[in-house]
Each structure stands twice: as C-alpha cells, then as structure tokens.
C-alpha cells in the first residue's frame, strides 16, 4: 500500500471518518458522514496530488443561469469548487490538494467546505434537478 494512501487514511481515521471502501491497487477510499452531507465522498491518490470528489447532481438542463449561480456559488467556498464532469451532465465538488505536503488541517478544511456548501444550497440544488 502507498505511503500517501496510508497518510490519507490516516487522517480520516484521525477525523473519525469511517471507510465505505478502500482500493489500495487503485489508490481509492471512498467516505460517508450523513450528518455531513457527504455521500460517496471519493479521495484518490493520483501521485504528486489527492482528488477529492464528490456527485452533487444530474443537470439535466441546458440553462445558462444554472451554470451562473455555480460560479457565483464557488466564489463563497473556501476550498474547492462545484464543476461539471466531461459530460457536463453531472455537478460534482472537487478538490484537489498536494500529497507531498499535505496535512490533517488541510484534509478537514477541504471537507469541511463541502459539507458547509451543501448546506448553504442543498434547496438551489434539489431546485436544479426538478
């Protein structure tokens, strides 16, 4: 197992996050917190940087405003961003953070902005979807 997924994995335990899934060849955990909002939250230790991501929801519209209010939505978080995937089909939270000099106060702050994005627009985001 890879000396960063072991120091990820780490930290989450350090957190009091529990793994759903761990996938040492691939360099995966995935971690759930309902009371955060974080379903599926996927960390992957793509050497020299960790990604974080998580499916917020399917845009099924081709409405310009939506696309708007997420960039005016990112300007408010802290760490990360809400982005499309390559399908532009599906909003997700990303992040991405330095393995080499990564640390416990800087996996928390990523994690903790997108558990306070969620619940700043959870109700905008159910509204996208209808």
Avoid at 15 to 41: M, P, R, W, Y
Avoid at 48 to 60: D, R, T
Wanted: aromatic share 8%.
């Amino acid at each position: 197992m890879s000396t960063n997924l072991e120091k990820v994995k780490g930290y989450l335990c350090e957190l009091g996050f529990d793994i759903t899934h761990e996938n040492a060849e691939e360099a995966l955990l995935v971690i759930d917190d309902e009371s955060k909002g974080i379903q599926t939250l996927i960390l992957d230790c793509e050497d020299p940087i960790l990604v974080i991501e998580q499916f917020i929801f399917e845009n099924k519209t081709e409405d310009e405003q939506v696309y708007k209010r997420l960039l005016q939505m990112n300007r408010t978080l802290v760490h990360g961003a809400f982005v499309l995937d390559e399908t532009g089909n599906k909003v997700l939270f990303r992040d991405t953070l330095q393995l080499a000099n990564l640390d416990l106060n800087e996996l928390e702050a990523t994690i903790n902005s997108l558990s306070l994005g969620l619940a700043e627009y959870s109700n905008e985001f159910i509204g996208f979807c209808k």
